[in-house]
Each structure stands twice: as structure tokens, then as C-alpha cells.
């Protein structure tokens, strides 16, 4: 593509786009924060005003929304322990603890440099290679998504400080809740106990939020005379603060980047699996696994990078075939629709300067994001200093409403407070609930592939996994570093299983 | 003094329950519709339904002279909303959108009343094709039936007794072939993906929802399964030009309860005439290149009962329980 | 003790899924199509676990170890699961204005602020709920069953 493709979006700026943009990236970060409220429902009640908008000031409005919603999520994740979109659920790892150090300036700092970085290398992929990262992400196939899928279940053990055996029961409960439903190959219903709500599964985001935000509540209101704010604690810093660490976090940015990418840009995942995976990859190559899930800046950087990476790898897969890279991206299908455009490879013939638009508007949006964060950060935190009784009735009321929203439905509430009670209980016996969560988002994807492959296999299973090493070299290693890396610790004289065991003992004994 | 605050506590409750119940609460209006109209989608925001919804409303709003407002309820792939529809009030205030994945539901272990269902009217009739990768080394429909009858080709369909899987089944019958049947349940887009990917080798699903595919040269059309050709594809030869005999129309229609009083349904019936005629629908319909056509009241619950009635054989021949 | 009782319940649960996935209708079509195949995966990973988990318990002799109930806390949490029951009832019934005013006043109330504060708080957070969801976001809202005969 010619240099002259690249500027010519620019003559499509003008101020009421910039304004729109400004407007869309501000909604994106409230609604992300707000719990419950996700980038989706955000974009799917937009896209319908944006009708009387331009074109361009209506899609890259929307793009602002959908890039700051991921982002937003990241907040509320840090400060409250509730991911305000599901995507932020791998930033509570770290985030929350760091920020009840009273280091929530420097959470948040590194989620939004690290968010704004990973969707910035974005754009510049999706720019420069386009037609490439499609290609690629055609490649992803049931049996890639299944090693994935499998490579990010792997760390169910390991995920939360605490047991690793523990770790591993809670998690394998987390993907038997995942089979809750019709079943992916034969439509057979499983487990719903003759309940049509639980048809189509548990729904994921109640689930999150009862086992996040709302035993969080829970756990809080046990000793009410201690209900009260700790302004020491939540003294801002500076959220410059991040820039310091910036620099041991050169490598761990650009392979976040590149796996959310990647992941983004394959049909059928999405935010929430890259941040997963990138938080699961930068365990496994930490120079300090241990201390990740106890307020590591890096468990921030990763999941953050991979999520935002993710809107330019979905976008890429959306412009240049067609076909939505993810659920926020198949909504902005209809925008394109709505105003008379197909967005598809077409699109690059037809409508350049609003294609180069797109890919200079998703840039600034990535730069508002990190000036945005950065600059009112300090103002985020000021809510932690709102009474804890009428902040946690607050979170109450919004979660309640939020997992109303999801869609339209009484029995998701119902759901979310089940799933809140078990967290408490959970958290009561030392059971990690971060699992759970990882185990309801990849269990079924894993599922859905495995069987499909299965499917395709024809019952010749064997020889199709030796035929796989010719036809899918991508799953193969997949697989193989997952194997690699489960087998590894065991013969390492301080494994981490191992450790993980010792710590399970010590963790007991008190 | 806390009593006092109790008090004013309560009134202030009383007031705030006035507005919002004034704002739902109608004048005396004409009888239909009374307050805001429900337009129940049985998917998720964002996929062809939703948007063609969405695209009738605006018309609708100045044409029954109220508010409609859409409501998407995607859980139980529809179940709830259609169970929703089934107790609701005969009075045409909630109106429901669907293809024929609705008589399917059935048959999927869905508990739906159909028998509550009152059909109101058609708006969309799509159709079937057989779609291929675009380098696949069939070039004509001979030539892929002789290849798949000696073959056992992988179909993608959108789960087990869905849309695409009965139009893959009829194919399968039709030329005698016997087909693998992979699932692909998130639905079109991930059958579509499947198929340019390569990991199967064929769909039989609406050009429409394939055009990008199709537009960018990843995917091809063999033949359209309807009495014309298709706007998508117009160079495509329909099956019948090619001497199969088969049809699969995918129609989508707007349903409310049944026993809803005739002069709703009229009134709600000329609305959506209306609708289907408005620019926003037009302009929807030709982008995505799927086919409008209007049936009325009594023409769509006959065509309905003939597609229930079709169905079932459908279903009894290939033993799907 | 605790660590006891989750290896029981793990193991519980493990042979329940192990049971009612046989009730399954498996259509014919070997292993792609049994929909038993994967819970019944896991239900054996998990009844393994378990049994490691009881072994590690019994090992450790931690098994005598007791279980420290704080009856307050539990008080507590319970008022507070029991008030957010409520709530969803009284949104299906009444509607959601109303109950969400009222869940405001108990709530805040209820994890220990004044009922001053409370009765200030609870009209105005209402409203902004209200307006964020329902007008911004144009969510249908559950008026309540009470009313809707009116």
C-alpha cells in the first residue's frame, strides 16, 4: 500500500469527527468501568444513533467506544476487584492486589500504557500487513483454537497463589459449570435440569460478576464496624509512576501484543481468551512466576496489551474478509451496513480514505486512551474514598442492573448471586475463584473444537493427529510448548507442582 | 425526627413512582397500540435478524403512531423469547421476529406452543445455495454431485436440526450423496470461515450471508436452491435451470400471540407493508443482498402451515429425532 | 478439615456428572458425537483430584484440624444474600423504580451507614441508574407484575 493510502483519511478529520472520536473514546472508558454495562451492549445501542452521523464520524465514533470499553474494564477491575468487561477479567490478578498496597496509581498507569501500546502496535500491523495477518488467521482452524484453548487451561493450577491442587479441582469444576447446556455437536441438553434458561449455558458475564464483585461485597460486609475507608491506603500516586517499570517491559508488551493480535484476528475468540493467554504466556517465561497474582506489575502489562491488541487483530479480520474477528466487531458489521457499506475486502477498493480513516482513527483513539488514563486516573481512585457502605450498595445496585442488561433477563441476576455465594464459600475454604472463571470462558471453546475436530477426523483419530503435523503445524506446536511446558517443572528440582505442593502444605497450616 | 424522615422518605418514593409509572401509562389514544409496541429478536444484537428488525422499526413507529421498541433476548437460542410471545397477552403488543428456525425449535427438544404463535406477516424470503472455496476443482454442479456421491464430503451446518442443517440434509437426499455433518454452532459466519479456510469443503447456505466471501473471491456459488436467481450472484444458475429440482426458501416473518383481536392484526399488517416499502429497509436489503417479499396476514399463515406441515415429513425421512 | 470436605464434595460431584451424563440420548456416531465423552472426561480428572487432595489432607495431618465459624460474619453476609433476594423479587413484582429505591435505603443501611445519609442517597442513585440504563441504554424495564394489569 502507497504512502499516499495512509494520509488519505486525513482530509476526513475534521473537527466534529475529532469531536465524535473525543465523545465515542469517553463513553468507551465509562461504560468499560461501569460493571455490567460491556463494550457490546455499548456498541449495539450506538450503532442505530450513529445513522444521521457521517460515515466516518459514525464508525470511528463507534471504534472509540469499542477500544475504550476494553480499556475501561481495567479500572474498575484494579480499584473494586469487578472486571468491568469481561476482557479485564486476567487484570484483577494483579491489579487489585497492587492497588490494596495502595498502589492503585501505578495499576492503573501501567493498565493504560499498556493498554495504549498493545493497541497501537495494532494498528500498525493491521496497517502494514493487513492481508497477511488474514491469511494467518485463516490458518486457525478448530484443532488451533482447541491447543489455545488447552494452552490457557493449563495455568488453572497455577493462576492464583495458593494450592495448586486446589487451583486445579476449582478449575475443573469452572469447565464441567461450561457444559451446562445444549451440547456443541448434537444439541443434546446437558445438565439444565429441565431449566430452558440454562439452554444455552451458564451466562458468563453473571458468573463473573457474582463470583468477583459481588463475594467481594460479601467477604467485605462480614465485619461491618470495619466498614470503613482506609484514605491512606488509596492515596493516589502518580501513575507516571509505571513509566519507570517501562523499560523491563519492552518484551513482555510486544509478545502481548503479538498474541493479541493473533488472537483477536481469528474468528471465534476474542478479548477475554487473549488476555488470558497473554497473561498465561508471560507466567511461563516470568522471571518471577511466583510473585504474579500477588500485585505484579507485568501480570498487568500482559493481559492489558493482549486485550487492546485484540481490536486491531478483530478489525483486521473484519476488513479484510469480511467476517467479524470477534461479538463487538460482528456489531459493527451492521454500522458499516447501515451506511451503505460492505466491509470486506471491497472495502479497500471502494472506500480508501475511509479505510485509511479507520486505521489513523484507531491510532489517535489508542493516544486519547493513554492521555485520558493517565490524566484522570488520580480522579478514578478519588471514588475508593466514597463511605464503603454506600460504594458497596452502589456496586450492588449497578451489578444488579449490569447483569440485567447482559440480556434482558431476571434469571441471569438469579445466576450471578448463586455464582456470589459459592465465591464467598470459596473464598472462605481457600479455594482460588480465579479458575473457575478462566474455566467457564476456555472450557467451552475448547469443547466445541475438540469435538468438531473429532468430527472431522471420522473416527480415524490417530491418523489424523499424524496427518496434523503436515496440515496444521500451527496446532502442533501449540500443543507441543503446552506438553513442553506442563512436563518441564516436573523434573526440575524446584518444579513449581512442587512448590505449588509445599505452599498447598504451609498454606494449610494456618 | 426519624419518623418524620421515614415519612418524607416515603413520599418522595411516591412521587418518583408517579413519574415513571406516568410515563408508561397512555391517554385514551385509539385502542391500538396501547403504550409501547415490544419487538421481541430472538438473537443477539448485531446479526442479520437484529438488523432487519431495526430496519423495519423506524417506519412502524409512524405508522401505528407509538413506539416500538426492540428487545433482543438471544438465551436458549430463542427459546425464552419464544416462550415469552406464547403466555404474553393476546393484544399484539408484543410481536416476535423469525426465519423458520422457529418451527425447528421443536424438534431441537425447544418446549415451544406453536399453536400460540399467530403469524402477521412475511418480510424477507432468502434461499439456499450450495457454496464452495473458490478453488475448489468442481466447476460445475454435475461435476460436484458426481464427486460427492463417490465421496463423503464435510458440510458445515449451524447445529444439530438448525436451518443449514436441513438444507445440507435435503441436498444430501436429493443427490444421493452421503455428507459428513461438522457443527458449527455460533452459525453462519463460523461455517463461512470454516469453509474459506478449507476445513470443509462445502455450505449449503444463503448467498446473502456469504457475499463478502463471495465479493473477495474466497468462496463460490455453484447454484441458487430457488425459482429464481439470486441478486448476490445473478451469473449463478438456480437448480432448477440445471435440472435439480430443489428449493429451500429461508423466509423470515413477523409472528404475535395467538387470539390477538382481526383489527390489530390489520392494523399491525399494514404497517409492516409499509415498513417493507421504506427507504431504511430497502437500502438494508439491497447491501446485504437478501430478497424482500411481503405476505399478509391470511398468505403467510397458510405458507406457514404448509412449511410446518413440509418440515415434518422432513424430519420423519431423515429420522433426526 | 475444610480441605477434607472439598475432597468429598469434589468426589460427590464427580460421580454425579459420571451418572446423569449416561442419561444422555447419544445419537449413533462414535466418539465426535457422545456428548457424555467430555463430562465424563472431567468427572474422572476430578474424582483423581480429589482423591489426591484427601490423601495430601490425610498425609498432612490436618485432618483434626478445626473449623472456626464467626457467627456474626455469617449473620451478616446471610442479611445481606437474603436482602439482594429481595430485591430481585420486589424488581419482578414492583417493578424496578420502586425496589430500587428501597434496596438503596436497606442497603446502604444495612453494611452500616445512617439512615440519614441512606434516605438522601436513595432517590438520587435510583435516578441515575434509571437514566444510565433505561433511557441511555434503552433496556426494557421490568415494570412489575403488579402493575401491569393497571
Known amino acids: ?510 | 425526627m426519624s419518623g418524620t424522615r421515614k415519612m418524607l422518605c416515603l413520599v418522595m418514593l411516591l412521587v418518583f413512582a408517579a413519574v415513571v409509572a406516568g410515563c408508561g401509562g397512555g391517554s385514551d389514544k385509539p385502542k391500538y397500540p396501547q403504550g409501547d409496541v415490544t419487538f421481541l429478536i430472538p438473537q443477539g444484537p448485531g446479526g442479520g435478524n437484529d438488523m432487519t428488525v431495526r430496519a423495519l422499526i423506524p417506519a412502524m413507529k409512524k405508522e401505528l403512531n407509538g413506539n416500538v421498541v426492540p428487545v433482543n433476548k438471544a438465551e436458549a437460542r430463542g427459546a425464552v423469547a419464544a416462550s415469552d410471545l406464547a403466555s404474553a397477552k393476546p393484544d399484539g403488543q408484543k410481536l416476535y421476529f423469525n426465519s423458520q428456525s422457529l418451527l425447528l425449535m421443536p424438534y431441537a427438544g425447544v418446549d415451544v406452543k406453536l399453536e400460540k404463535f399467530q403469524p402477521v406477516a412475511q418480510v424477507v424470503e432468502d434461499t439456499a445455495s450450495i457454496i464452495v472455496k473458490a478453488d475448489a476443482p468442481w466447476k460445475t454442479l454435475d461435476e460436484f454431485i458426481k464427486y460427492a456421491q463417490a465421496n463423503k464430503l464435510k458440510v458445515a451446518h449451524n447445529g444439530n436440526g438448525a436451518l443449514w442443517h436441513l438444507s445440507a440434509l435435503q441436498l444430501a437426499k436429493a443427490i444421493k450423496a452421503d455428507f459428513n455433518y461438522i457443527a458449527y454452532p455460533s452459525g453462519g459466519a463460523q461455517m463461512l470461515t470454516a469453509l474459506a479456510s478449507g476445513e470443509v469443503d462445502l455450505c449449503v447456505i444463503s448467498p446473502s450471508e456469504s457475499k463478502a466471501l463471495i465479493d473477495s473471491g474466497r468462496l463460490r456459488v455453484l447454484a441458487v436452491m430457488s425459482d429464481t436467481r439470486h441478486a448476490v450472484v445473478p451469473n449463478v444458475p438456480t437448480c432448477k435451470e440445471l435440472g435439480l429440482d430443489q428449493t429451500f426458501p429461508v423466509w423470515r416473518g413477523i409472528f404475535t400471540t395467538a387470539g390477538t383481536p382481526k383489527e390489530t392484526l390489520a392494523l399491525l399488517e399494514k404497517a409492516i407493508k409499509t415498513a417493507t416499502e421504506s427507504p431504511e429497509f430497502t437500502t438494508l436489503a439491497k447491501n446485504n443482498g437478501f430478497p424482500i417479499k411481503f405476505r399478509g396476514v391470511n398468505e403467510f399463515s397458510a405458507f406457514v402451515k404448509d412449511e410446518t406441515e413440509k418440515y415434518k415429513k422432513l424430519m420423519a425421512d431423515i429420522k433426526l429425532k | 478439615m475444610k480441605d477434607f470436605i472439598l475432597a468429598i464434595v469434589a468426589a460427590g460431584l464427580a460421580v454425579f456428572i459420571y451418572v446423569d451424563s449416561r442419561t444422555f440420548a447419544a445419537p449413533q456416531g462414535g466418539l465426535a458425537k457422545d456428548p457424555a465423552l467430555y463430562p465424563q472426561m472431567l468427572a474422572l480428572i476430578l474424582a483423581l483430584l480429589a482423591v489426591a487432595l484427601a490423601v495430601n489432607v490425610i498425609r498432612g495431618k490436618r485432618l483434626n484440624e478445626k473449623i472456626v465459624l464467626d457467627r456474626q460474619a455469617l449473620f451478616n453476609v446471610g442479611r445481606l444474600v437474603v436482602i439482594l433476594c429481595l430485591y430481585v423479587f420486589a424488581i419482578v413484582y414492583v417493578g424496578f423504580p420502586v425496589s430500587t429505591v428501597l434496596f438503596i435505603y436497606v442497603g446502604v443501611v444495612a453494611l452500616g451507614g445512617s439512615r440519614l445519609t441512606a434516605a438522601k442517597l436513595c432517590l438520587p442513585v435510583a435516578l441515575a441508574l434509571y437514566v444510565v440504563f433505561f433511557v441511555l441504554f434503552q433496556m426494557p424495564m421490568p415494570v412489575g407484575k403488579l402493575w401491569e394489569g393497571l
Not at chain 1, 478529520?13 to 468501568?33: D, E, K, Q, R
Not at chain 1, 459449570?177 to 445438565?191: E, L, N, Q, S, Y
Not at chain 1, 502518580?238 to 503479538?258: A, M
Not at chain 1, 484507531?362 to 486519547?368: A, D, E, N, T, V
Open chain 1, 1 to 510: 500500500m502507497s504512502f499516499e493510502f495512509y494520509t488519505a483519511g486525513w482530509q476526513l478529520f475534521t473537527l466534529p469527527v475529532l469531536a465524535y472520536m473525543l465523545l465515542g473514546t469517553v463513553i468507551g472508558i465509562i461504560i468499560g468501568a461501569l460493571p455490567g454495562l460491556t463494550a457490546m451492549m455499548a456498541v449495539s445501542v450506538l450503532v442505530p444513533l450513529t445513522y444521521t452521523l457521517s460515515p466516518t464520524a459514525g464508525i470511528i465514533m463507534l471504534l472509540g467506544v469499542y477500544c475504550g470499553a476494553n480499556y475501561g474494564g481495567s479500572i474498575s477491575a484494579t480499584l473494586v476487584n469487578i472486571p468491568g468487561t469481561p476482557s479485564a477479567v486476567m487484570t484483577t490478578m494483579d491489579g487489585y492486589p497492587l492497588g490494596q498496597k495502595g498502589k492503585a496509581g501505578l495499576a492503573i498507569g501501567t493498565a493504560t500504557v499498556a493498554s495504549g501500546l498493545g493497541g497501537i502496535f495494532s494498528v500498525v500491523t493491521m496497517a502494514m500487513f493487513a492481508p497477511l495477518i488474514a491469511n494467518i488467521a485463516l490458518k486457525f482452524t478448530s484443532l488451533e483454537i482447541f491447543a489455545i484453548a488447552l494452552f490457557g487451561v493449563t495455568i488453572m493450577g497455577y493462576i492464583s497463589p495458593g494450592s495448586v491442587l486446589k487451583g486445579l479441582i476449582s478449575g475443573v469444576f469452572g469447565l464441567l459449570i461450561g457444559c451446562i447446556g445444549f451440547d456443541p455437536t448434537t444439541a443434546v441438553p446437558r445438565f439444565t435440569f429441565g431449566e430452558q434458561n440454562l439452554l444455552s449455558g451458564v451466562q458468563f458475564v453473571a458468573a463473573m460478576i457474582g463470583l468477583f464483585g459481588l463475594a467481594e461485597i460479601l467477604l467485605a460486609s462480614e465485619k461491618i464496624k470495619d466498614l470503613q475507608t482506609r484514605p491512606e491506603l488509596f492515596k493516589m500516586q502518580n501513575p507516571l509512576e509505571c513509566l519507570k517499570y517501562l523499560r523491563t517491559l519492552w518484551g513482555n508488551l510486544l509478545r502481548s501484543s503479538v498474541i493479541g493480535v493473533i488472537v483477536g484476528a481469528v474468528p471465534g475468540t476474542g478479548g477475554t481468551i487473549a488476555a488470558i493467554v497473554g497473561y498465561a504466556v508471560q507466567k511461563k517465561v516470568s522471571k518471577n512466576p511466583e510473585g504474579m497474582g500477588k500485585g505484579a506489575v507485568e501480570g498487568i502489562a500482559a493481559p492489558e496489551a493482549a486485550n487492546n491488541a485484540c481490536c486491531g487483530g478483530a478489525l483486521t479480520t473484519l476488513l479484510s474478509l469480511g467476517i467479524p474477528g470477534d461479538a463487538v466487531t460482528a456489531i459493527l458489521i451492521g454500522a458499516f451496513v447501515l451506511h451503505g457499506l460492505t466491509p470486506g475486502p471491497m472495502l479497500f477498493e471502494s472506500n480508501p480514505d475511509l479505510v485509511s480513516a479507520i486505521f489513523i482513527g484507531m491510532f489517535l483513539i489508542q493516544m486519547l486512551i493513554i492521555a485520558l488514563g493517565l490524566n484522570f486516573a488520580q480522579y478514578f481512585a478519588k471514588l475508593l474514598l466514597v463511605p464503603r457502605p454506600i460504594l458497596n450498595t452502589i456496586i450492588l445496585a449497578l451489578c444488579v442492573v449490569g447483569t440485567y442488561g447482559v440480556q434482558n433477563s431476571i434469571f441471569d441476576i438469579g445466576t450471578m448471586i448463586v455464582f456470589a455465594v459459592l465465591g464467598y464459600v470459596m473464598a472462605k475454604a481457600s479455594i482460588p475463584r480465579a479458575p473457575i472463571v478462566l474455566a467457564l470462558i476456555l472450557g467451552p471453546v475448547m469443547e466445541e473444537n475438540l469435538r468438531r475436530w473429532l468430527s472431522l477426523a471420522e473416527g480415524h483419530v490417530l491418523e489424523s493427529l499424524a496427518g496434523a503435523f503436515t496440515t496444521n503445524p500451527i496446532a502442533m506446536a501449540i500443543l507441543a510448548i503446552t506438553a513442553l511446558t506442563l512436563v518441564l517443572p516436573l523434573f526440575q528440582k524446584s518444579g513449581r507442582l512442587n512448590e505449588g505442593m509445599a505452599e498447598h502444605i504451609v498454606g494449610g497450616k494456618k
